[in-house]
């Protein structure tokens, strides 16, 4: 089974947990088995969730400016996370609905 490796800034569905079925971003990779989530609104970036891997559905979205600003600074604003998953969820809907379902 291939497995992809997780990036800064890629955008996650938790799959098991209190979270179930939320979505959230990839802050923080401890090691090759777990990662750090923070979705800006229940889930800040001061206090982000140490989530294993195994645990979440990696996404193909990688949020540009979450990646950069974590890059530049180390750090990312609650509004940043809170925009890139409105942003994802906008895009998914908006696939949908050209698919037609």
């Known amino acids: 089974m291939e497995t992809r490796k997780p990036q800064l800034g890629q955008i996650v569905r938790i799959l098991r947990g209190r979270d179930t079925e939320k979505l959230a971003v990839i802050i923080g990779v401890v090691d090759e088995r777990f990662i750090l ?11 982000p969730k140490r989530k294993n891997i195994l645990h979440v559905q990696l996404q193909d979205a990688i949020s540009r400016e979450v990646a950069d600003s974590l890059r530049d600074t180390g750090r990312v604003t609650n509004g940043k996370l809170r925009f890139s998953l409105n942003k994802f969820r906008e895009d998914c809907e908006a696939e949908a609905e050209q698919k037609g379902e």
Request: hydrophobic share 25%.
């Open 37 to 47: 989530i923070a979705d800006g609104d229940k889930r800040k970036f001061d206090q």
